[in-house]
């Protein structure tokens, strides 16, 4: 079956969504609205490019002696879950040529298609972006029982997951929280690593383009003592 989805961008041998080379597709739309969002540009659902799954597997599978043991594909965002039945098709098709299936995703939507794409996924990068569902309400604009419910259905299926958290200074970066989110490799056998990842500012010109206000254009960038010590904790 040919699908039509709308993606934001490709990206080709792209090494840091999931192990190893990977094809990296940033699909377009997103429901959520993180205050440090760096991809402003992929909110809108009626933006990017239309394309259909033939074409991009095509494209994703030309890639393949890149891509080695380790890597393969992986589908990125804005959130990936908006188009769910759309990743599951691309997914379905490079599956059937060995290559092996990554899904980024913040984990707040839950739906059939959903279920039918996590079929098809062979890990998940699972962005558990803050502690309390009081954070999680205002900086990303969504419920974090969703997100544990997520994290449940992973471990339900075994689905390999890499849980990551964007570090950003007086917002994210609590020592008793991040001590709890090394944990969560301890309760979920599923979770395999959690990954800090230090805030950066580099997206302050797409927000400059879009003509809106980037809310943390005040916060500094963690510094590199501050991800080592972090890092120690989980
Ligand atoms: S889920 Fe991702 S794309 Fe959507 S607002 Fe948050 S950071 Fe941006």
Same mark, same amino acid.
């Given at each position: 079956?040919?699908?039509?989805?709308?993606?934001?961008? /490709?990206?080709?041998?792209?090494?840091?969504? *999931?192990?190893? +080379?990977?094809? +990296? =597709? /940033?699909?377009?739309?997103?429901?959520?609205?993180?205050?440090?969002?760096?991809?402003?540009?992929?909110?809108?659902?009626?933006?990017?490019?239309?394309?259909?799954?033939?074409?991009?597997?095509?494209? #994703?599978?030309?890639?393949?002696?890149?891509?080695? @043991?380790?890597?393969?594909?992986? #589908?990125?965002?804005?959130?990936?879950?908006?188009?769910?039945?759309? #990743?599951?098709?691309? /997914?379905?098709?490079?599956?059937?040529?060995?290559?092996?299936?990554? &899904?980024?995703?913040? *984990?707040?939507?839950?739906?059939?298609?959903?279920?039918?794409?996590?079929?098809?996924?062979?890990?998940?990068?699972?962005?558990?972006?803050?502690?309390?569902?009081?954070?999680?309400?205002?900086? =990303? *604009?969504?419920?974090?029982?969703?997100?544990? /419910?997520? &994290?449940?259905?992973?471990?339900?299926?075994?689905?390999?997951?890499?849980?990551?958290? #964007?570090?950003?200074?007086?917002?994210?970066?609590?020592?008793?929280?991040?001590?709890?989110?090394?944990?969560? %490799?301890?309760?979920?056998?599923? +979770? @395999?690593? +959690?990954? &800090?990842?230090?805030?950066? %500012? &580099?997206?302050?010109?797409?927000? @400059?383009?879009?003509?809106?206000?980037?809310?943390?254009?005040? =916060?500094?960038?963690?510094?590199?003592?501050?991800?080592?010590?972090?890092?120690?904790?989980?």
């Amino acid at each position: 079956m040919k699908m039509k989805g709308r993606i934001h961008s /490709f990206q080709s041998l792209g090494t840091v969504d *999931g192990p190893g +080379v990977r094809s +990296v =597709v /940033f699909m377009q739309g997103c429901p959520l609205r993180c205050i440090c969002c760096h991809n402003p540009d992929t909110w809108d659902v009626n933006g990017g490019e239309l394309v259909d799954t033939d074409s991009l597997a095509k494209k #994703v599978l030309r890639l393949s002696h890149y891509y080695g @043991e380790l890597g393969g594909l992986t #589908v990125s965002g804005g959130e990936p879950l908006l188009q769910a039945a759309f #990743v599951t098709e691309l /997914f379905k098709k490079v599956k059937e040529h060995g290559v092996h299936t990554v &899904l980024d995703t913040s *984990g707040c939507l839950w739906n059939d298609d959903v279920e039918q794409l996590l079929d098809v996924t062979d890990m998940v990068l699972l962005d558990y972006k803050y502690a309390s569902a009081q954070d999680y309400k205002q900086y =990303v *604009g969504c419920d974090i029982e969703k997100v544990d /419910f997520f &994290l449940e259905q992973l471990q339900k299926r075994n689905i390999r997951t890499w849980i990551r958290r #964007v570090i950003i200074p007086g917002y994210s970066d609590g020592k008793e929280d991040t001590i709890a989110l090394g944990k969560l %490799k301890d309760t979920y056998s599923c +979770v @395999e690593k +959690v990954e &800090l990842l230090p805030f950066r %500012k &580099l997206c302050v010109e797409k927000y @400059e383009a879009l003509g809106i206000s980037f809310p943390l254009e005040d =916060v500094s960038e963690p510094t590199e003592e501050q991800m080592k010590e972090l890092n120690i904790l989980i």
